[in-house]
């Protein structure tokens, strides 16, 4: 995450969760399950903390959503869009 000013958003690809352990050896394919579009400023006053890990409480990473559920937030997807992403998912 960045520094308040340095970006007004973050956008989120988010594959498969995965178990807590090392992926070496491991077969892992581009999957996109879920796009996140977080805005930066309300992000930091919810307590997160600038980082290279940060941790986003989940109920603020929800609301963000946009794909493959849409929620009312700053950006809704078209009907191409969303195929596009269903291309990169495991549905």
């Known amino acids: 995450m960045s ?3 340095a970006v007004d ?5 988010a594959g498969p969760i995965s ?7 491991a077969f892992r394919p581009l999957l996109v399950d879920r796009v996140v579009l977080l ?6 006053t919810t307590g997160a903390k600038v980082g290279i890990a940060t941790n986003v409480h ?5 609301e963000a959503e946009i ?4 929620r009312p937030n700053l950006l809704a ?3 191409g869009a969303v195929a596009r992403l269903a291309v990169l ?3």
């Open 3 to 5: 520094p308040r000013g």
């Open 9 to 13: 958003y973050h956008l989120v690809l």
């Open 89 to 91: 998912s495991r549905a």
């Open 19 to 25: 178990q807590a352990a090392s992926s070496r050896g």
């Open 39 to 44: 805005e930066s400023d309300a992000l930091l």
């Open 67 to 70: 794909y493959p559920t849409p």
């Open 58 to 62: 989940k109920d603020v990473w929800t």
């Open 77 to 79: 997807l078209d009907d």
